[in-house]
T-cell receptor, first 111, second 116 residues
Framework: KQEVTQIPAALSVPEGENLVLNCSFT??????LQWFRQDPGKGLTSLLL?????REQTSGRLNASLDKSSGRSTLYIAASQPGDSATYLC??????????FGRGTSLIVHP | GAVVSQHPSRVICKSGTSVKIECRSL??????MFWYRQFPKKSLMLMAT?????????EQGVEKDKFLINHASLTLSTLTVTSAHPEDSSFYIC????????????FGPGTRLTVL
């Protein structure tokens, strides 16, 4: 059974810092990995999708990497802004194709 | 492409009433849809797998008579919370894939249910 762990659970940083959020998983047989953002009381917003054959994806200030052999993905946020404050979730789809979510990292970027 | 919608986005109801939530794949056919529930400060938890034309598969601990799922067409799955109670208040989200293996899932925006 796939287990997904996100570290840290919470993070508070000053504006402008570069951040790394981590997502580790136990079963490397995955189809893809997705990073989501969730604002309080709102639905999930898909940020980046990495197919199993890819190593990274970039969108604006966001960069996500995938290393299946080590069971890790990282979400890199450059030059963080207060508007980046949210919970970030990673989810993996594997052989059962049912996405498994991590518990998320709660990020606060203060001015 | 690959858009999944949910309706309503928010619903407030009285205890004892039933609430129906719709999940639609707008530009693709989804043989399988998934329903999740999010508890406060916890990760999304899979409730059930909805298969078009057949009965849903429920995860352990999910009451199938309370959370009725119908996948009547390749673009629509519904989740009905029957005789809702305050403890059913939660965030419900669906996802859909377009092939049997569903290697890419697209998520709906979610529905916030509040039971008074």
């Amino acid at each position: 059974k796939q287990e997904v762990t996100q570290i840290p659970a919470a993070l508070s940083v000053p504006e402008g810092e570069n951040l790394v959020l981590n997502c580790s998983f136990t079963d490397s047989a995955i189809y893809n990995l997705q990073w989501f953002r969730q604002d309080p009381g709102k639905g999930l917003t898909s940020l980046l999708l990495i197919q199993s054959s890819q190593r990274e994806q970039t969108s604006g200030r966001l960069n996500a990497s995938l290393d299946k052999s080590s069971g890790r993905s990282t979400l890199y946020i450059a030059a963080s802004q207060p508007g980046d404050s949210a919970t970030y979730l990673c989810a993996l789809s594997g052989g059962s194709y049912i996405p498994t979510f991590g518990r998320g990292t709660s990020l606060i970027v203060h001015p | 492409g690959a858009v999944v919608s949910q309706h309503p986005s928010r619903v407030i109801c009285k205890s004892g009433t039933s609430v129906k939530i719709e999940c639609r794949s707008l530009d693709f056919q989804a043989t399988t849809m998934f329903w999740y529930r999010q508890f406060p400060k916890k990760s999304l938890m899979l409730m059930a797998t909805s298969n078009e034309g057949s009965k849903a598969t429920y995860e352990q601990g999910v009451e199938k008579d309370k959370f009725l799922i119908n996948h009547a067409s390749l673009t629509l799955s519904t989740l009905t919370v029957t005789s809702a109670h305050p403890e059913d208040s939660s965030f419900y989200i669906c996802s859909a894939g377009w092939d049997p293996k569903g290697d890419t899932q697209y998520f709906g925006p979610g529905t916030r249910l509040t039971v008074l």
